[in-house]
């Protein structure tokens, strides 16, 4: 008998989805969550957020995907 493996995602994966499913709605003042998250969360998570955001900018420019499964980026 034969099992078919559901593919999984990584953690990076459920992130990023759960991150783009929150930026989906469009009535949301963007400019007010930026400003929230530069005044009340600490400097720590406003520069890991800063980093997500030059490596999608990064990714996009170059067509380039990181395979974290793999460690390694494919065109």
Request: aromatic share 10%; net charge positive; proline share 3%.
């Amino acid at each position: 008998m034969y099992r078919i493996r559901k593919a999984t995602q990584t953690k990076e994966e459920k992130v990023a989805i759960k991150l783009a499913n929150m930026l989906t709605d469009f009535t949301l003042d963007i400019e007010a969550v930026g400003k929230f998250l530069a005044e009340a969360v600490p400097h720590i998570l406003y520069a890991r957020l800063i980093e997500v955001l030059e490596s999608a900018q990064y990714q996009h420019e170059t067509g380039n995907t990181y395979d974290p499964r793999w460690k390694e980026y494919k065109r």
